[in-house]
Every structure is written in C-alpha cells, then in structure tokens.
C-alpha cells in the first residue's frame, strides 16, 4: 500500500532510532495518529499536557542521550509545547517535535486554529519547517534529526492535516528533488582539542597551588571518572553546578556538593580560596559564586566554543567533549602530595552534611524540609534517577545524596516549575527496570497535576515526593532577599495531594512529621506502581542558609522591617544552631536576626 507523508515521517524518525513519542491528539494532527496507530515500534505515551510532552521528551534526552518525539495539535497544542521546548533548547537536550497544520490551502486565511506553528516555535527550536507531501517528507526529517542530534537541541516540522493522509502517488517530485537523496545514517560526534591547548592547560593547572574543579552538565555521561581522576592528581575540590550533580557521585571523595544558592558552604569556601579553576562542562547563571575574575588562572572545558569565556576570563579554552579533552589532559598533569586544599574543603563539606543531619532531626512540626532529604537519602534504591523542580525544592533535592551509578536533572536554565513530572515521566518511559523519583513542591505540582493520570494510564511506577509548604516559597525568600520587601502573592491554599493521588489511581501517603518520613518513604518504594508521597514541611527553613550574602540579610532584615509576616521564623531558623559558623552572611547579621526571632516587629 502506498504510503503517507505521515508514514514516511514516522519511519524516517524509527529509522534514526527515534522509536518513543509523547503527545495528545487534536483534528489537525490526526493523520500523523493514523500513522502512530500503525506503526506501534513507535511507542505512544500519552500524556495530559503538550507542555509535559515536551518536557517528557527533554527527560528522556537528559537521562538517556537520546531524542524522543513529541507530538501535538495546530494552534493551542503547538503553543502549549513551547515552554518544553525551549526547556530543551536553553539545557541542550535533542527533541523531535511534530505538529499539525490548518489545511494546506487554507492556511493564512483565518481558518480554525490557523496558526503559523513554523514561525512561531522557530525561536525554541534550531530547526522548524513545514512538511509539503510525502516527495518531501524523508529528506527534511533527516535535516531535522541531524539538526536536533549535533546542534543538541529541539527541531520541529508541521504538516498542514490534509497533507498528513496524501500518498505518494498524490505528490508530485519537482525536477530537481532527487528522490532518495539522503541517508538516515548517525555518526559519532566527538570533539577533541587543539594538542597545544590541552598542553597549555595542563602547564597552567601544573602552576597552581590550590585549584577548584567546577562540573556542570558537560562533565556527565562518561566524564565523572576520569574528573575523579584529575581531582585526585591536582588534590582539587570538585563543586557541581546544579545541572552537574549526576557528574559525579555526592559521596566521591572529592566531592563538595553545589555551587550557588543551592550549594554547600564547602563549595564555596573552595571557590572564594583558589588560585587556579578548571570549569567542566558548565555555563550555570551563578557565576556570581565564582572565583572573582583575576582570583583564579582559570581553563574551561566546552563542546561549545562560544560557551568559553563566556562566565569567567579563562587563560586557555579546550573546546571539546569532557571525557575526551580529560583523557588527554590527565597524563599531562603533575601529581600533588599536598592534599590540605582540598582536606579543608572536605572538613566543610562534612560540617555543611551534619548541619542538615541536625535540622532534619528537629522534632517541630511542620518538620524542616531535611527530615525528607536525609530520609530519602538513606532510603532511596541504587539506580534511582531523580527528577528535581524550580522552587526551594531546587535547594533541597540538591542536599539528596546520590550514590554513584544513579542520575539527577532538573530544568536548570529555564528553572521551569512543574518539570520534575514530566522529566520523571520520561525517564520511566527510558528505563523500565531503574527506580524513578519526581522531587516537586506543591506549586509546581499544582501545575501539573494533570501528569500523575498519566503515571496511572502507562503504569509508570515512579515515585512523586511532594513538599507542601502552603506556598510558593522561593518567591518568598526571593521577594525578602534580592529586593527588601515583604512577601505578596505567594500563599497556596492547602491542596490534599493524597486525594488528588488517589483520584488519579496512585497509592498515596503523608508524612506530618519528622518520625513519619521515613515509613511513607519506604512504603512508596515498596508499592508495585506509581506513588506519592506528601510531606508537610515548615516553610521557613532558608533554603539558602549558608551561601546567602551578608548584602541579601541585609535586605531581608528591610523586609522584616517592613513586615514580613514570616520573620520570626525566618530569623530563628536562620539562627539554628551550628549555622552561623557556616554562614558568614547569617553571622555578620546575628544581633538583629535574633531580636526578629524573639518576636520583635
Ligand atoms: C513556570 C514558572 N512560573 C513561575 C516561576 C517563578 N518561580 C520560581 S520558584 C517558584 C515557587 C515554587 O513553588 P513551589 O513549587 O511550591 O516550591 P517551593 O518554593 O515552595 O519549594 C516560582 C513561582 C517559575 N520558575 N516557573
Ligand atoms: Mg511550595
């Protein structure tokens, strides 16, 4: 039987291994259905959300290296796949996106739902066209694979809902197509520098006395071990940006946790003491938490080039892949017997993890958001990938400790809420036999709610730990913090997240308190199917207790002044006992910050 445009995509898209497409149908996308009915080697997931769709299709890249498609409908559909998608292009993960069109010869012309899908997701992706017929269906699928693969990022194609169905023998080949002009063949992309920067690089870090390793998202898949390696040859810190925390296990000896709001004391006491920085694989927006520029003689390690210099003005650039720049780096570099730089490093790091021991240990109720981390930590099975969101669960699903051999990303760049979800949710599709864990707040949850049907429609056993504050609290600190004022706009009304889980046919549970956490936690894991779990914490644990500024307590005290409701609690806790030492901000403040925990207003 002849075959459609839709056809010829969807085999195209098998051919290039693309076998895994999240979507929902819509009547100017049904004829590309027809084509997904048809062809069940291309696993429909279907999901509540174009939104999550996309971001389905970023999970699964981030965790597996590999693009997955994503499907939706013309006009709302292909809108509402937009944030996901620039999710995707902002975190460098290849995603196929296919959309519907208006019919081929009413587009333009104020039809239902006509809009121009190619111009308007042409921003989010780095490849976005309209599909003509089936005589031009092969050939610019393989353009946008090959664009999403090596330009590691979404592309996208529309097919206006006629031309989806139309056979090839409706088609007609111009006189310059010729027909099978391209091949669906991958090739593996390995960039490796220049011999002589690599060379400078090593003398540079051969100069230093006391050098910090930052690894950001670059440093993943296959680098982590050889980072090791460097780290143990230089005596060097390794910080991880928040989209490095799977480069290399939280328990490495090397290792000191975050870097920036979310990030440890130990990392920052590394990058505020070094003489010399070697950047991984990292363009995170904290570069405020840097080394100052002139502090430090600095290489970075890129695939992208114009990514180099871009956050801190490096002395040498590798522009290459992590694992491969560090196997030739490392021969090269002098071996340290001095190891205090990176011991006192480690001191801190260790005082930083007793600190949260402690607060989790706090018998108040609602219990400090630690309880949960330190929980699931001991907890959580090997393999576990873990999914975290924007808010100040961004903060705490960074204090969990991943083992090695498990894996974490969150959306880093966009620092989309309502993301951990759907990243959960394409991991569970990638992996069926790893444990899946989304670490969500309640805002972000709220918005997604949708996705938790999803995880009952597949059956995706993955697990949905919920913190609910009753707010969106990072916007509070936030508001307090960076500007001074006090907190508007940011009170949730309680959401029972139990019932909504059950509603949806998950297995639920809540934990109230400290003594609770642990039993749900374990209780979750056990239960064959997809879980949540809602752990009702305090909101006003700082989530940035130990990096905040001197300069941002400052501003909070303003909003305290100017009556933050939550200053009493806020100042008590940031008082918790053994983090002023922890905290140069907090310390520098601790005369005020106790009149306000004493309840002055
Ligand atoms: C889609 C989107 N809208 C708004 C924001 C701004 N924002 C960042 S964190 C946050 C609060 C998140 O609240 P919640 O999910 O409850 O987590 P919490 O901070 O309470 O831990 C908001 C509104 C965002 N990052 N993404
Ligand atoms: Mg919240």
């Known amino acids: 039987m002849s075959k459609t445009t839709s056809d010829l995509v969807v085999e195209r898209l098998l051919g290039w291994g693309i076998d895994t497409c999240f979507g929902i149908c819509g009547d100017a996308v049904n004829g590309f259905f027809e084509s997904l009915r048809t062809h069940p080697e291309m696993r429909f997931v279907h999901v509540r959300h174009e939104e999550y769709a996309a971001m389905a299709a970023v999970g699964f890249a981030k965790f597996t290296g590999r693009p997955a498609a994503c499907v939706a409908t013309s006009g709302p559909g292909a809108l509402h796949l937009m944030n996901g998608l620039y999710d995707g292009k902002i975190d460098g993960a290849p995603v196929l996106a296919v959309?519907?069109?208006?019919?081929?010869?009413?587009?333009?012309?104020?039809?239902?739902?006509?809009?121009?899908?190619?111009?308007?997701?042409?921003?989010?992706?780095?490849?976005?066209?309209?599909?003509?017929?089936?005589?031009?269906?092969?050939?610019?699928?393989?353009?946008?694979?090959?664009?999403?693969?090596y330009r590691r990022a979404p592309a996208h194609l529309t097919i206006p809902i006629d031309t989806q169905s139309w056979t090839e023998e409706q088609d007609t080949v111009s006189e310059k197509n010729v027909p099978g002009h391209t091949s669906a063949v991958g090739q593996r992309h390995v960039q490796i520098p220049a011999e002589d920067d690599i060379q400078r690089a090593a003398e540079l870090l051969n100069s230093c006395a006391k050098i910090t390793i930052?690894?950001?998202?670059g440093a993943r898949?296959?680098?982590?071990?050889?980072?090791?390696?460097?780290?143990?040859?230089?005596?060097?810190?390794?910080?991880?940006?928040?989209?490095?925390?799977?480069?290399?296990?939280?328990?490495s000896p090397w290792c000191t946790g975050g870097i920036g709001f979310i990030g440890t004391r130990a990392s920052q006491w590394a990058m505020e003491n070094c003489d010399g920085f070697l950047i991984v694989g990292s363009s995170t927006p904290f570069y405020d938490f840097w080394p100052k520029p002139g502090q430090a003689r600095a290489a970075q390690i890129d695939v992208a080039g114009d990514r180099i210099g871009m956050r801190y003005p490096v002395e040498v650039g590798l522009c290459g892949d992590a694992e491969a720049t560090l196997a030739r780096l490392l021969?090269?570099?002098?071996?340290?017997?001095?190891?205090?730089?990176?011991?006192?490093?480690?001191?801190?790091?260790?005082?930083?993890?007793?600190?949260?021991?402690?607060?989790?240990?706090?018998?108040?109720?609602?219990?400090?958001?630690?309880?949960?981390?330190?929980?699931?930590?001991?907890?959580?099975?090997?393999?576990?990938?873990?999914?975290?969101?924007?808010?100040?669960?961004?903060?705490?699903?960074?204090?969990?400790?991943?083992?090695?051999?498990?894996?974490?990303?969150?959306?880093?760049?966009?620092?989309?809420?309502?993301?951990?979800?759907?990243?959960?949710?394409?991991?569970?599709?990638?992996?069926?036999?790893?444990?899946?864990?989304a670490f969500v707040g309640d805002g972000g949850l709220a918005m997604c709610m949708g996705e938790l049907a999803t995880l009952a429609q597949h059956r995706l056993p993955v697990k949905v730990i919920v913190l609910r504050n009753d707010t969106l609290g990072l916007e509070v600190w936030e508001q307090n913090a960076y500007l001074g004022n006090p907190q508007y706009g940011c009170d949730l009304s309680p959401v029972d997240f139990v019932k909504v889980a059950e509603g949806c046919g998950l297995a639920a549970f809540r934990a109230e308190e400290t003594g609770q956490v642990r039993d749900a936690l374990?209780?979750?894991?056990?239960?064959?199917?997809?879980?949540?779990?809602?752990?009702?914490?305090?909101?006003?644990?700082?989530?940035?207790?130990?990096?905040?500024?001197?300069?941002?307590?400052?501003?909070?005290?303003?909003?305290?002044?100017?009556?933050?409701?939550?200053?009493a609690p806020m100042s008590a806790n940031l008082l918790a006992p053994g983090r002023p030492a922890l905290s140069p901000g907090v310390d520098q403040h601790k005369g005020d910050l106790a009149r306000y925990a004493r309840g002055k207003g």
């Open 331 to 437: 021969p090269l570099l002098r071996v340290r017997e001095d190891r205090s730089f990176a011991e006192r490093a480690r001191e801190l790091y260790d005082q930083w993890w007793e600190l949260q021991r402690q607060r989790a240990a706090d018998p108040a109720v609602p219990m400090k958001p630690q309880a949960v981390t330190c929980a699931l930590s001991d907890v959580i099975p090997d393999g576990t990938i873990l999914t975290g969101d924007a808010g100040t669960v961004s903060s705490w699903g960074s204090r969990v400790m991943l083992r090695r051999g498990m894996q974490f990303s969150f959306s880093g760049t966009l620092c989309s809420m309502g993301s951990a979800l759907p990243y959960a949710i394409g991991a569970q599709v990638a992996y069926s036999d790893r444990p899946v864990v």
């Open 221 to 251: 898949f296959g680098a982590g071990e050889l980072l090791e390696q460097v780290a143990e040859a230089l005596g060097a810190p390794i910080a991880k940006a928040g989209l490095g925390k799977d480069a290399v296990p939280d328990d």
């Open 214 to 217: 930052l690894a950001g998202a």
């Open 99 to 149: 959309t519907g069109m208006t019919y081929h010869d009413l587009v333009g012309t104020h039809f239902l739902q006509d809009i121009d899908n190619d111009k308007v997701l042409e921003p989010a992706c780095v490849f976005s066209e309209r599909v003509m017929g089936p005589a031009h269906a092969v050939a610019v699928t393989d353009r946008a694979v090959r664009a999403a693969l």
């Open 522 to 567: 374990t209780r979750a894991f056990a239960h064959d199917g997809p879980a949540l779990v809602e752990c009702v914490v305090d909101p006003y644990e700082p989530p940035f207790g130990e990096t905040v500024k001197p300069a941002q307590v400052g501003k909070m005290l303003q909003a305290y002044e100017r009556g933050e409701k939550g200053a």
